[in-house]
């Protein structure tokens, strides 16, 4: 599992992060809750390397991946499906996904192909539009080809970025199914969300940032029944 | 004690503070040129056709010179109104290189007592024999250059303090803003292009009477480099960031003898560094403010 | 009619020449969104290498094209680390100066090393003369335009059947993105200049021994003819970087038929002021004009 310990990450004289904790089991959805500004991507950052954190301690499995380059822990096994997708507009859906990919080495070419195979399975729209430009997909064609590319990194955990952002209703149910049949196929999956309905219905565990500390953690089901949270983020007449 | 030799030194760094001045103004607007050396050379020619082939007083020549200068410099500013960035530089490289490719073409020579004089191409122009002509020492040449170059200070101080000099400050440090300020960058834009093309401009027409003959080869962009990078070194913050830089290259490195033929080396390699460590200069805008609080703190002790 | 047309033929063939010039420089900008205005003093001292070679070794071209090639990366590893790698991400205009500054040192460097006005440059390739019809090519220009073909089908190839090449493209695509991946952007930046580097020594020992000499305006020259193609094809572009120095071949070969030197480099910058003021964004358009400035805004 991932362990977060007190991580103080510092934009320049600023904490984003004030010591933040969280543990992520294998096979479990688990969620980081909060409102803008209060350091969830800065979170991902920091596990993904590509933010130095000034203390604390990010351990995968026991092995410590605290102050790794963010190429060494992309082959540690943590894959980040970036906010706003962050797909390669210039490039072909197929170099997009090989671009997942990059850090593998390449005695695992079989099994690259493979995960290629794989992904195009599970996302067939992906499949044909396999030499299209990623920049001219749709908003969730996109979001789809970001889960892809992180995918073929053939990962140990999956962290999403507000995966939700930008992208109609009806598409956003279609990516939280998606979530949640990658979930039930044994894929670990961190998410990072503003959209906390949704979020309760996937997320085994949740955690609650606010202004760079975590403030709650617990089950949906406890933080449905926590008042404050209830009027803060859920909205008076929550289901 | 002032022999001639370095009189010129210092009338060097005179004139060839004008065109870093000149250079200084744009990037503080956020417009970086590497054509200032055009609007240099127009002035040169035009300053020196003026006083040698028309007969016409000095000063007139100055104005006339400088004040072509920053009509082309409008046009120029004008024409790339729309373009901004890398692309802004190269136009003006590539405006700057026509200018000089064109002064090869250029040849308008009239008899004067028995001789043909004016620019003649490749050839240069050369008998721009006004100080000759009137009696004018260096020392008091020198004295000349400086005297445009303190008003040119003092304009610029002035300016630094006035709406307009905070205006161009903002559209250096960000366009967008400005434009949500409800200002319109393109009078301010077309306004830094004209006075800094004047600016080079006397410089240029005082350098053709200092040296008495001009060939379009020194209108290249090496010096609209070197202008640039006065600014970069000697720091944006101030006026005096430009002559700083200059002082370095001219008065110290092209003076001392150890430095003699490896002068490039030097300064491109000091360029190169400074910019790493110091991307705005030694007087840059956060260091001049230092310098103004600790001064005033002193005051009020 | 038919100067106009030899004229083209011969501009198309010198074109190729500057094509690969722009390719060095539309490669570095792609990746790095950076100008390296060194990239021609670099080549000079390079073929400064060949030379030296070809006095003192050997008359084997292939040598001297191999010490050009050499002399050429390790030149170009010295802008990259100090200009490039040095300045922070976002001072692009910052790099540029500095890699100006850089194009004065060695300048001088170049003067020092090798003092005379010109040195000789092997000839690759025999001269003879081809005709067909009622017009004419030189072979070493033909050669050089066979090379210049050669060569941009080997960049292709590595480009987008390689692992690095792929790095490449994806970095020049979207920086961030690729640091997600896990792709380390500095070493990219590093293959980018090495790669960039091996085709300017390449174009460089081509065109220098096209014409069996060099001089210290080489620097400059190669810097501003690719800097003029690229602008003219599309920075950033490489389709634009071939077409922008075809274009450039074909209009100065015209301009120097029928008006001289000056006209002949006249003519390059007034199209290029012209294309800049016009379309920005070259040949390829204006779609590069609008991703740059969208690169802009989230820097």
């Known amino acids: 599992m991932l ?59 026991g092995i410590d991946l605290t102050h790794q380059s963010a190429p060494a ?23 997009n996904l090989a671009a997942g990919a990059y850090c593998r080495p390449r005695s695992e070419k079989t099994a690259i192909d493979q995960d290629l195979a794989g992904v195009f399975d599970r996302f067939p729209p992906l499949k044909n539009r396999r030499e299209q430009l990623s920049g001219t997909l749709s908003g969730g064609e996109q979001q789809m080809l970001a889960i892809g590319r992180a995918l073929m990194a053939r990962p140990k955990i999956l962290m999403m970025d507000e995966p939700s952002l930008g992208l109609a209703p009806l598409i956003v149910d279609e990516i939280f199914k998606i979530i949640q049949q990658l979930n039930e196929e044994g894929v670990t999956i961190l998410l990072v969300e503003q959209n906390a309905r949704m979020a309760l219905k996937v997320a085994h565990k949740l955690y609650l940032l606010e202004q760079g500390t975590v403030t709650f953690e617990g089950s949906p089901t406890e933080m449905q029944q926590d008042e404050l949270i209830q009027r803060a983020y859920l909205g008076a007449g929550a289901d | 004690m002032l022999n001639d030799y370095v009189l010129t030194i210092i009338s060097n760094i005179g004139m060839i503070s004008l065109i870093a001045l000149s250079a200084y103004l744009l990037l503080v607007t956020g417009q970086i040129s590497f054509g200032q050396q055009a609007f240099f050379g127009i002035s040169a020619y035009a300053g020196a056709i003026a006083t ?45 290189e026509m200018i000089r490719l064109s002064l090869f073409k250029l040849t308008y020579q009239i008899e004067i007592d028995g001789e043909l004089v004016g620019p003649n191409g490749a050839e240069g122009f050369g008998e721009i024999r006004w100080i000759f002509d009137h009696d004018i020492s260096v020392m008091e040449y020198t004295l000349l250059i400086y005297g445009v170059l303190m008003l040119v200070l003092v304009g610029m101080v002035l300016l630094e303090r006035s709406r307009l000099g905070m205006i161009f400050r903002m559209l250096g440090s960000d366009a967008l803003l400005t434009r949500a300020q409800g200002l319109n960058p393109v009078r301010y834009k077309i306004t830094a292009a004209v006075i800094a093309g004047f600016i080079a ?62 002068r490039m080396i030097v300064f491109g390699g000091l360029v190169a560094v400074m910019l790493i460590f110091m991307p705005r200069g030694i007087l840059d805008e956060a260091r001049v403010y230092w310098i103004k609080a600790v001064a005033r703190r002193w005051f009020n002790a | 009619m038919t100067d106009f047309v030899q004229n083209c033929i011969d501009g198309l063939m010198f074109g190729s020449g500057y094509a690969l010039l722009a390719l060095g420089f539309t490669l570095v900008f792609g990746v790095m969104k950076r100008l390296n205005l060194s990239f021609g003093p670099s080549i000079m001292l390079g073929a400064y290498a060949g030379t030296w070679v070809y006095l003192n070794f050997s008359d084997s071209a292939w ?3 191999l010490a050009t090639v050499i002399a050429t990366v ?59 019809g009622p017009f004419y090519a030189r072979s070493e220009h033909i050669t050089m335009l066979l090379l210049t073909l050669l060569l941009l089908v080997l960049l292709h190839v590595f480009l987008f059947r390689t692992r690095p090449g792929l790095a490449l493209r994806l970095v020049s695509d979207n920086p961030l993105a690729s640091a997600y991946m896990g792709i380390n952007n500095s070493s990219i930046l590093f293959l980018a200049f090495a790669l960039v580097s091996v085709l300017g020594g390449l174009a460089g020992f081509l065109i220098l ?16 003819k690719g800097l003029i193609a690229m602008m003219l094809g599309g920075m950033g572009s490489l389709p634009g970087a071939i077409l922008g120095g075809l274009l450039l071949g074909v209009v100065e070969a015209n301009a120097f038929w029928y008006g001289g030197a000056v006209i002949r480099d006249l003519s390059a910058y007034l199209l290029l002021f012209v294309m800049l003021i016009v379309r920005p964004g070259g040949l390829i358009g204006q779609k590069i004009v609008a991703k740059q400035r969208a690169a802009d805004e989230r820097v």
């Not at chain 2, 209108?219 to 640039?228: D, E, I, Q, R």
Request: aromatic share 12%; glycine share 12%.
């Open chain 1, 3 to 61: 362990k977060v310990e007190n991580i103080v990450t510092r934009y320049g004289a600023i904490e984003a992060l004030k010591g933040m904790s969280l543990e992520a089991q294998h096979g479990e959805v688990t969620c980081l809750l909060g409102p803008n500004g209060a350091g969830k991507t800065t979170t991902m950052f920091t596990i993904a390397g590509i933010l130095s954190s000034h203390s604390g301690s990010i351990t995968l499995d």
């Open chain 1, 73 to 95: 822990i992309v082959r540690k096994g943590i894959a980040l499906v970036p906010e706003n997708r962050l797909v390669f507009p210039e490039m072909s859906v197929a170099d």
């Open chain 2, 52 to 96: 040698t082939l028309w007969g016409w007083p000095f000063w007139l020549a100055l104005i006339f010179g400088s004040g072509l200068a920053g009509l082309a410099a409008g046009l120029i500013g004008l024409l790339t109104l729309r373009i901004s960035g890398m692309y802004f530089s190269i136009a003006t490289l590539a405006f700057a």
């Open chain 2, 201 to 262: 401009g006397l410089g240029g027409t005082l350098y053709a009477h200092s040296f008495t003959y001009i060939e379009p080869q020194i209108f290249n962009v090496m010096l609209g480099v070197h202008s640039l990078a006065y600014g970069l070194i000697g720091g944006l913050g101030t006026v005096l960031g430009p002559l700083i830089g200059v002082a370095i290259d001219i008065g110290f490195l092209e003076s001392i003898r150890i430095f003699q033929g490896y």
């Open chain 3, 63 to 65: 040598l001297v094209a």
């Open chain 3, 74 to 132: 390790a030149v170009g590893i010295y802008v990259e680390r100090l200009c490039f790698r040095a300045i922070r991400r976002d001072s692009t205009i910052a790099s540029m100066v500095s890699s100006f500054a850089i194009w004065m040192q060695l300048e001088e460097v170049a003067m020092h090393l090798l003092p005379e006005r010109t040195y000789p440059f092997p000839a690759f390739f025999t001269t003879t003369t081809i005709e067909f």
């Open chain 3, 209 to 224: 021994s096209a014409d069996t000499q060099v001089t210290p305006f080489f620097g400059l020259w190669a810097t501003f």
